[in-house]
Protein backbone atom coordinates (compact mmCIF):
# COMPACT_ATOMS: atom_id res chain seq x y z
CA UNK A 1 0.00 0.00 0.00
CA UNK A 2 0.89 3.70 -0.58
CA UNK A 3 1.81 5.30 2.65
CA UNK A 4 0.38 8.64 3.19
CA UNK A 5 2.33 11.91 3.96
CA UNK A 6 2.50 13.21 7.25
CA UNK A 7 0.42 16.20 8.08
CA UNK A 8 2.57 19.29 7.65
CA UNK A 9 2.72 21.30 11.19
CA UNK A 10 3.87 24.82 11.64
CA UNK A 11 6.43 25.38 13.56
CA UNK A 12 7.87 28.60 14.54
CA UNK A 13 11.28 28.99 13.56
CA UNK A 14 14.17 30.40 16.26
CA UNK A 15 15.09 33.23 13.94
CA UNK A 16 11.48 34.44 14.26
CA UNK A 17 10.30 37.24 16.64
CA UNK A 18 7.47 36.78 18.89
CA UNK A 19 4.54 39.81 17.63
CA UNK A 20 4.91 42.86 20.13
CA UNK A 21 1.69 43.66 22.60
CA UNK A 22 0.09 45.80 22.19
CA UNK A 23 1.39 49.93 24.07
CA UNK A 24 -1.21 49.30 26.95
CA UNK A 25 -0.57 45.71 27.65
CA UNK A 26 3.04 45.29 28.29
CA UNK A 27 3.85 44.12 31.70
CA UNK A 28 5.31 46.85 34.15
CA UNK A 29 8.34 46.66 35.85
CA UNK A 30 8.59 46.56 39.77
CA UNK A 31 9.94 50.05 40.24
CA UNK A 32 6.54 51.34 37.54
CA UNK A 33 4.40 49.41 39.88
CA UNK A 34 6.14 50.61 43.31
CA UNK A 35 5.68 54.06 41.80
CA UNK A 36 1.67 54.11 40.95
CA UNK A 37 0.83 52.54 44.28
CA UNK A 38 2.83 55.46 46.14
CA UNK A 39 1.58 57.88 43.94
CA UNK A 40 -2.09 56.88 44.32
CA UNK A 41 -1.63 56.71 47.95
CA UNK A 42 -0.28 60.34 47.84
CA UNK A 43 -3.48 61.41 45.84
CA UNK A 44 -5.58 60.33 48.05
CA UNK A 45 -3.63 61.40 51.10
CA UNK A 46 -3.89 64.87 49.57
CA UNK A 47 -7.21 64.76 48.92
CA UNK A 48 -8.35 63.54 52.54
CA UNK A 49 -6.19 66.18 53.91
CA UNK A 50 -7.45 69.23 51.53
CA UNK A 51 -11.06 67.78 52.05
CA UNK A 52 -10.28 67.53 56.13
CA UNK A 53 -8.76 71.54 56.03
CA UNK A 54 -11.45 73.10 53.15
CA UNK A 55 -14.81 71.11 53.59
CA UNK A 56 -15.39 69.52 56.89
CA UNK A 57 -13.89 67.17 59.69
CA UNK A 58 -15.41 64.95 62.10
CA UNK A 59 -15.13 65.19 65.95
CA UNK A 60 -16.29 64.75 68.87
CA UNK A 61 -17.90 65.88 71.85
CA UNK A 62 -16.37 64.73 75.61
CA UNK A 63 -18.34 66.95 77.43
CA UNK A 64 -21.94 67.95 78.75
CA UNK A 65 -21.80 71.94 78.20
CA UNK A 66 -24.10 71.90 75.26
CA UNK A 67 -26.37 69.22 76.49
CA UNK A 68 -29.68 68.97 76.00
CA UNK A 69 -28.66 70.30 72.21
CA UNK A 70 -25.62 68.16 72.09
CA UNK A 71 -24.82 65.04 74.07
CA UNK A 72 -21.67 63.42 75.11
CA UNK A 73 -20.61 61.27 73.02
CA UNK A 74 -21.91 62.64 70.16
CA UNK A 75 -20.02 62.91 66.66
CA UNK A 76 -20.85 65.33 64.38
CA UNK A 77 -19.94 66.68 61.18
CA UNK A 78 -18.37 69.79 61.53
CA UNK A 79 -19.39 72.30 57.85
CA UNK A 80 -16.06 74.12 57.35
CA UNK A 81 -16.27 75.43 54.10
CA UNK A 82 -17.93 78.40 54.47
CA UNK A 83 -15.80 80.04 57.35
CA UNK A 84 -13.01 80.86 55.87
CA UNK A 85 -10.64 78.12 56.50
CA UNK A 86 -7.15 78.87 56.78
CA UNK A 87 -4.10 77.50 54.20
CA UNK A 88 -1.96 75.49 56.34
CA UNK A 89 1.04 76.47 57.16
CA UNK A 90 0.42 80.41 56.38
CA UNK A 91 -1.72 83.32 57.53
CA UNK A 92 -4.22 83.46 54.05
CA UNK A 93 -7.36 82.26 54.83
CA UNK A 94 -10.19 81.38 52.14
CA UNK A 95 -12.77 83.93 51.88
CA UNK A 96 -15.44 83.95 54.51
CA UNK A 97 -19.16 82.85 52.52
CA UNK A 98 -21.62 83.09 55.44
CA UNK A 99 -22.36 85.47 58.35
CA UNK A 100 -21.81 84.11 61.88
CA UNK A 101 -26.16 84.86 63.49
CA UNK A 102 -27.10 85.01 67.15
CA UNK A 103 -27.76 81.75 68.31
CA UNK A 104 -25.54 79.72 65.62
CA UNK A 105 -23.74 76.87 67.37
CA UNK A 106 -19.90 77.13 65.76
CA UNK A 107 -16.96 75.48 66.86
CA UNK A 108 -13.81 77.47 67.01
CA UNK A 109 -10.03 77.66 68.93
CA UNK A 110 -10.20 78.33 72.56
CA UNK A 111 -8.67 81.29 72.80
CA UNK A 112 -6.49 80.73 76.20
CA UNK A 113 -5.28 77.27 74.32
CA UNK A 114 -5.59 77.11 70.44
CA UNK A 115 -4.74 73.42 70.37
CA UNK A 116 -8.37 72.47 71.83
CA UNK A 117 -11.97 72.83 70.03
CA UNK A 118 -14.55 74.03 71.88
CA UNK A 119 -18.61 74.31 70.09
CA UNK A 120 -20.65 77.04 71.89
CA UNK A 121 -23.64 79.12 71.50
CA UNK A 122 -23.61 82.52 69.55
CA UNK A 123 -25.65 84.60 72.06
CA UNK A 124 -23.64 88.28 71.29
CA UNK A 125 -21.44 89.67 68.24
CA UNK A 126 -19.40 92.91 67.87
CA UNK A 127 -21.35 96.02 69.12
CA UNK A 128 -23.70 94.31 71.39
CA UNK A 129 -24.74 94.40 74.91
CA UNK A 130 -24.84 91.20 77.07
CA UNK A 131 -26.35 90.92 80.61
CA UNK A 132 -27.58 87.76 82.98
CA UNK A 133 -29.83 88.57 85.31
CA UNK A 134 -30.44 85.80 87.78
CA UNK A 135 -30.10 82.91 84.81
CA UNK A 136 -31.65 85.00 82.25
CA UNK A 137 -29.91 86.59 79.50
CA UNK A 138 -30.48 89.84 78.19
CA UNK A 139 -29.06 90.88 74.44
CA UNK A 140 -29.26 94.49 74.11
CA UNK A 141 -31.87 95.05 76.77
CA UNK A 142 -34.38 92.65 75.42
CA UNK A 143 -34.62 89.06 77.38
CA UNK A 144 -33.84 86.20 75.17
CA UNK A 145 -36.21 83.58 74.53
CA UNK A 146 -33.90 80.41 74.80
CA UNK A 147 -36.42 77.17 74.82
CA UNK A 148 -32.96 75.03 74.15
CA UNK A 149 -31.18 75.77 77.95
CA UNK A 150 -31.04 73.54 80.28
CA UNK A 151 -30.92 74.82 83.64
CA UNK A 152 -29.70 71.40 86.93
CA UNK A 153 -28.91 73.97 89.93
CA UNK A 154 -31.22 76.13 91.29
CA UNK A 155 -28.96 78.16 93.29
CA UNK A 156 -27.51 81.93 91.89
CA UNK A 157 -24.14 82.58 91.91
CA UNK A 158 -22.28 85.38 91.03
CA UNK A 159 -20.51 85.27 87.31
CA UNK A 160 -22.32 82.39 86.41
CA UNK A 161 -26.13 83.69 87.19
CA UNK A 162 -25.74 87.56 87.01
CA UNK A 163 -22.75 88.82 85.08
CA UNK A 164 -21.21 91.05 84.55
CA UNK A 165 -20.41 91.16 88.32
CA UNK A 166 -19.76 94.94 89.46
CA UNK A 167 -16.14 95.79 89.31
CA UNK A 168 -15.68 96.22 92.15
CA UNK A 169 -16.39 92.38 93.13
CA UNK A 170 -14.44 90.65 90.10
CA UNK A 171 -11.24 90.42 92.53
CA UNK A 172 -13.17 89.22 95.19
CA UNK A 173 -14.61 86.33 92.88
CA UNK A 174 -13.40 82.57 93.92
CA UNK A 175 -10.41 80.95 91.44
CA UNK A 176 -11.97 77.69 91.98
CA UNK A 177 -14.98 78.97 89.88
CA UNK A 178 -13.45 78.92 87.28
CA UNK A 179 -12.72 82.47 86.29
CA UNK A 180 -9.55 83.23 83.90
CA UNK A 181 -7.31 85.60 85.04
CA UNK A 182 -6.65 86.75 82.25
CA UNK A 183 -9.94 87.44 81.83
CA UNK A 184 -10.52 88.78 85.36
CA UNK A 185 -7.93 91.67 84.72
CA UNK A 186 -9.36 92.53 81.14
CA UNK A 187 -13.31 92.27 81.94
CA UNK A 188 -13.68 95.47 83.24
CA UNK A 189 -12.69 97.24 80.43
CA UNK A 190 -15.90 96.34 78.60
CA UNK A 191 -18.42 96.59 81.27
CA UNK A 192 -20.66 99.27 81.74
CA UNK A 193 -23.71 100.40 83.53
CA UNK A 194 -26.37 98.43 80.99
CA UNK A 195 -24.14 95.05 80.80
CA UNK A 196 -21.14 93.66 78.99
CA UNK A 197 -20.30 95.45 75.67
CA UNK A 198 -18.54 93.31 73.12
CA UNK A 199 -15.96 94.58 71.13
CA UNK A 200 -15.76 94.41 67.60
CA UNK A 201 -14.08 91.58 65.56
CA UNK A 202 -15.17 89.47 68.79
CA UNK A 203 -18.26 86.76 69.81
CA UNK A 204 -19.54 85.84 73.21
CA UNK A 205 -20.07 82.82 73.76
CA UNK A 206 -22.26 80.21 75.90
CA UNK A 207 -22.94 76.94 76.63
CA UNK A 208 -26.82 75.11 76.63
CA UNK A 209 -26.21 73.64 79.73
CA UNK A 210 -25.83 77.05 81.78
CA UNK A 211 -25.07 75.61 85.09
CA UNK A 212 -22.09 73.66 83.81
CA UNK A 213 -20.40 75.15 81.19
CA UNK A 214 -17.14 76.74 80.76
CA UNK A 215 -17.85 79.60 78.25
CA UNK A 216 -17.67 83.66 77.79
CA UNK A 217 -18.57 84.41 81.39
CA UNK A 218 -15.32 83.01 82.38
CA UNK A 219 -12.54 83.26 79.80
CA UNK A 220 -14.19 85.83 77.51
CA UNK A 221 -14.53 86.89 74.24
CA UNK A 222 -13.67 84.19 71.04
CA UNK A 223 -12.02 86.28 67.86
CA UNK A 224 -13.80 85.62 64.61
CA UNK A 225 -10.97 84.16 63.42
CA UNK A 226 -10.55 81.46 66.04
CA UNK A 227 -13.97 79.95 64.29
CA UNK A 228 -12.99 76.67 62.20
CA UNK A 229 -17.04 76.07 61.26
CA UNK A 230 -20.30 74.65 62.71
CA UNK A 231 -21.98 71.45 64.17
CA UNK A 232 -23.71 70.11 60.66
CA UNK A 233 -25.22 66.26 61.73
CA UNK A 234 -24.73 63.90 64.03
CA UNK A 235 -23.20 60.64 62.55
CA UNK A 236 -22.64 58.81 65.42
CA UNK A 237 -23.52 58.64 68.82
CA UNK A 238 -22.45 56.87 71.99
CA UNK A 239 -23.42 56.89 75.40
CA UNK A 240 -20.62 57.24 78.15
CA UNK A 241 -19.48 59.45 80.48
CA UNK A 242 -16.89 62.35 79.83
CA UNK A 243 -14.04 60.37 81.79
CA UNK A 244 -14.24 57.43 79.52
CA UNK A 245 -13.72 60.09 76.42
CA UNK A 246 -11.00 62.17 78.24
CA UNK A 247 -8.82 59.33 79.39
CA UNK A 248 -5.98 59.30 77.58
CA UNK A 249 -4.29 56.73 78.93
CA UNK A 250 -3.78 53.82 77.20
CA UNK A 251 -5.04 51.38 79.48
CA UNK A 252 -7.89 53.55 79.32
CA UNK A 253 -8.45 53.62 76.01
CA UNK A 254 -7.83 49.67 75.08
CA UNK A 255 -10.58 49.45 78.16
CA UNK A 256 -13.02 51.89 76.42
CA UNK A 257 -12.88 50.97 73.15
CA UNK A 258 -13.21 47.06 74.29
CA UNK A 259 -16.02 48.80 75.74
CA UNK A 260 -17.59 49.86 72.50
CA UNK A 261 -17.13 46.59 70.95
CA UNK A 262 -19.30 45.04 73.04
CA UNK A 263 -21.71 47.16 73.67
CA UNK A 264 -21.92 48.96 70.37
CA UNK A 265 -25.67 48.38 69.29
CA UNK A 266 -27.04 48.98 72.85
CA UNK A 267 -24.94 51.75 73.80
CA UNK A 268 -25.62 53.85 70.25
CA UNK A 269 -28.16 56.08 70.37
CA UNK A 270 -29.36 54.79 67.09
CA UNK A 271 -32.32 58.08 67.05
CA UNK A 272 -29.65 60.91 67.22
CA UNK A 273 -27.60 59.92 64.10
CA UNK A 274 -28.43 62.16 61.34
CA UNK A 275 -29.57 65.08 63.62
CA UNK A 276 -29.03 68.17 62.05
CA UNK A 277 -28.37 71.34 63.85
CA UNK A 278 -30.69 74.50 63.28
CA UNK A 279 -30.18 77.92 64.63
CA UNK A 280 -33.63 78.39 66.53
CA UNK A 281 -33.61 82.16 65.80
Known sequence: MESMPA?????SSASE????????????RNGEGAWETVRSLLIILVGVFCIRTFVGEATMIPTGSMKNTILIGDHVFLDKLFYGPRVPYTSLRVPRLVKIHRGDIVAFRYPRNPSEMFVKRVIGKGGDVVRVVNKQVYLNGKLLDEPYVRHSDSGIFPLRDNFPPPVSEIEALPESWGLDPVWERRMPEYIQSDGLHVPKGFLFVMGDNRDNSSDSRFWGFVPLKNVVGEPFFVYWSYNAPSKDWLDDSVEGRLRFDGSILVNFVQRT?????????????
Do not use: C, D, H, Q
Open 7 to 11: PEIET
Open 269 to 281: RWSRIGKVFKNPY
Open 17 to 28: RPASLPEGSRPK
